[in-house]
C-alpha cells in the first residue's frame, strides 16, 4: 500500500543524573567529593532508506522513544550514554512539526541523517562543583529532559518529469509505453490512485524519472477529487508533461488545458514557472487533428503529437524531456511564497524571555518559561545546597519583588513546574 503522509511522536531521552558521592578509602581523611558525572539520553535520527518507498510502516509504529541515559556513579565514573534510535524513511521524506508546521528537513540522499529530537545532555555530579571556597560540595545537577515532539512525515517523490492533466487521458499509457512501469490502465476515470514511477532510457543512453501522477480535475488544490493529496509529489520535479486528450470524448481541449495550467499556479511552489511539454494525445483517433489544430491555434502554445497506442511521436517526446532535464537545474521547495525563489530573507528573532508570571485563579500565582522550567528540573532540590541553589536563582530574577508588584499577597502559593512554596512579603 503506498503511503505519503503520516504523523509519528518522538522523544528523546533524558540526561542521566550527576551523582553526589564522597571518597572513602582507608588512610585518606575527607577525601572530597567523587560524584560523576550522568550519561547522555538517547537522541532520534530520521535516516533516508532507498529500499523504502513508502510510509506504510508508520501506519503502526506511532511512537518512537530514546532510553534515558544512566545516572553518574561513586568514584567519579560516569553514566553510560544511551544508543541513539535510528528511524529509517524513504528517499524524498520531509519533516515538519505538526505544531506550527515548522519546517524541520528534506531528505534527499542514501543515508542521510536528521536529528529531531536531541537526547539530553547528562547532569554533572558533585565533583565539579569543588571549588576554593567550597570543597565538600553536596550539589549535583539532574539530567537535561529530552525534547517530546509530534512530527508530520510527508514522502514527496524524487521524480524528473511529471505527467499531469485530467484523468484518462492518457498518462498512464504513455508511461507504460516509455518505461518497464505497469500501471493499471482502463476506460474509466481514476484508474491511477497512487503515484507511480518509471525510468525512461534513450536511445543516446540517457535516463530520466517520469512520474504518473492522478487526474486532477478543477478545484484540485482545494482538496477536491485526488489533487490536493498527489500535487505534492509534483513539487520536485524539474519539468512538467501536460498531457492533453485531443480525441472526440466530448471535453474540450482547450478548457481542459487552462483548468489544469490555473490549478499548477494556484497550489504553489512555482509549479507555473517551471519547463512545461504539451503533449496531444490520443491521436489514432478520428477527429484529433481537427482538434490539434484548434488547439494550438486558441492557446498559442506548440504541441507534441504522439499516440501511445501506434507509438507515433514517442522518440520525440522522450528526447525533448530528456534535454529539459539536461538543462533544468532543480528546483527549491522553500522560499515558494517569494517572488524570487532564490532569495533569503534573515531576520533577527526576538530574545526568548526568561520567564513568565501568570494568575491563573485567587491566590495562585503561576511561574512559567522554557528557560526557567529547564533549570529547575536540572537542579537537584533533594539537598539543602541544592535547594539554595534554586531560591538564588529566583532572587536573582527577582521574583518576590515583581509578585508584589502584580498583587501578591502573604499565604498566596507561588507554582513552577511541579514545585510549590508560600509567598511572603
Known amino acids: 500500500m503506498f503511503i505519503d503522509r503520516a504523523v ?7 540526561g542521566g543524573d550527576g551523582a553526589i558521592a564522597f571518597r572513602r578509602e582507608k588512610y585518606i581523611a575527607k577525601g572530597g567529593p567523587a560524584g560523576g558525572n550522568g550519561g547522555r539520553g538517547a537522541s532520534v535520527i530520521l535516516r533516508a532508506n532507498s529500499k523504502i518507498n513508502t510510509l506504510f510502516n508508520f501506519r503502526h509504529s506511532k511512537a518512537f522513544i530514546g532510553a534515558d541515559g544512566e545516572k553518574g556513579g561513586i568514584k567519579n565514573q560516569y553514566g553510560r550514554h544511551s544508543d541513539d534510535v535510528y528511524v529509517d524513511v524513504p528517499i524524498g521524506t520531509v519533516v515538519y512539526e505538526e505544531e506550527g508546521h515548522k519546517f524541520l528537513g528534506d531528505l534527499l540522499e542514501e543515508g542521510q541523517l536528521l536529528k529531531v529530537a536531541k ?12 571549588s576554593s571556597t567550597n570543597r565538600v560540595p553536596r550539589i549535583a545537577e539532574n539530567g537535561e529532559p529530552g525534547e517530546s515532539k509530534r512530527l508530520i512525515l510527508e514522502l514527496k517523490l524524487l521524480a524528473d518529469v511529471g505527467l499531469v492533466g485530467f484523468p484518462s487521458v492518457g498518462k498512464s499509457s504513455l508511461l507504460s509505453v516509455v518505461s518497464s512501469a505497469k500501471p493499471e490502465i482502463a476506460d474509466y476515470p481514476f484508474t491511477t490512485i497512487i503515484p507511480n514511477l518509471g525510468v525512461v532510457y534513450t536511445k543516446d543512453k540517457r535516463s530520466f524519472v517520469l512520474a504518473d501522477l492522478p487526474g486532477l480535475i478543477e478545484g484540485a488544490h482545494l482538496g477536491k477529487g485526488l489533487g490536493l493529496q498527489f500535487l505534492r509529489h509534483i513539487e ?3 519539468v512538467i508533461a501536460h498531457v492533453v486528450d485531443m480525441s472526440n470524448t466530448g471535453r474540450d481541449p482547450v478548457e481542459d488545458y487552462k483548468v489544469i495550467n490555473e ?3 494556484e497550489y504553489g511552489f ?27 491555434k486558441a492557446t498559442k502554445v506548440k504541441c507534441l503529437p504522439i499516440s501511445s497506442l501506434t507509438d507515433e511521436g514517442i522518440d520525440q517526446l522522450v528526447y525533448k524531456l530528456a534535454d529539459l532535464v539536461e538543462q533544468t537545474p532543480p528546483f527549491p521547495l522553500y522560499d515558494a511564497q517569494s ?10 528573532p526576538e530574545e526568548e524571555k526568561e520567564f513568565e508570571i501568570k494568575h491563573p485563579e485567587l491566590h ?3 511561574i512559567t518559561g522554557d528557560k526557567i522550567v529547564k533549570f529547575y528540573r536540572m537542579t537537584n532540590i533533594t539537598t539543602d545546597e541544592g535547594m539554595m541553589v534554586l531560591l538564588t536563582k529566583l532572587r536573582k530574577l527577582k521574583i518576590d519583588d515583581i ?6 499577597q502573604d499565604g498566596d502559593s507561588v507554582i513552577l513546574d511541579d514545585f510549590s512554596f508560600e509567598f511572603v512579603k
Request: proline content about 1%; aromatic content about 6%.
Open 263 to 265: 490549478e499548477l499556479k
Open 236 to 238: 520536485r520535479c524539474r
Open 270 to 296: 512555482g509549479l507555473e514557472k517551471r519547463p512545461m511539454v504539451v503533449v496531444a494525445s490520443k491521436m489514432d483517433e478520428e477527429g484529433s487533428l481537427e482538434n490539434l489544430k484548434r488547439f494550438e
Open 119 to 130: 537526547g539530553g545532555r547528562g547532569g554533572r555530579g558533585n565533583t565539579c562543583f569543588k
Open 8 to 14: 509519528i511522536e518522538v522523544r528523546s531521552g533524558k
Open 339 to 348: 517572488e524570487e525563489l532564490d532569495t533569503k530573507i534573515y531576520t533577527l
Open 403 to 408: 509578585l508584589e508588584e502584580m498583587g501578591a
Open 364 to 366: 495562585t500565582w503561576v
